[in-house]
């Protein structure tokens, strides 16, 4: 894949799920963390990778010996890396780190 792509894909990725934490977080009252949208970024790039793993896994065969045989095990790895992404992602954006807003003077 080219790295162009992978970055453009990663931060198209990262501001869709950095958005939807904003919105969650205000829809439900609470103060979006930066954590959060930190830990969507980061997440969203690993999700990209785990996708290219995959992709490298089914592909057409390498003409490289070596590879045709860690093929399977690349794929495991790119499913691995995109559970575990998909999870920190889901987590970022539904639970994130988020304080509640402040409602108001106190009287």
């Known amino acids: 894949m080219d790295s162009a792509l992978y970055i453009r894909a990663t931060l198209f990725l990262g501001a869709v799920t950095s958005l939807l934490h904003i919105l969650i977080s205000l829809l439900n009252n609470r103060r979006p963390g930066l954590e959060s949208v930190v830990n969507c970024v980061l997440n969203s ?17 390498s003409p490289c010996p070596p590879m045709r045989d860690i093929a399977l095990y690349v794929g495991i790895g790119g499913l691995a890396t995109l559970w575990v992404s998909l999870q920190g992602a889901y987590r970022a954006v539904v639970v994130g780190h988020t304080r509640r807003l402040p409602q108001g003077p106190r009287t």
């Open 45 to 61: 790039s690993c999700i990209v990778a785990g996708l290219v793993l995959i992709r490298l896994a089914v592909s057409n065969p």
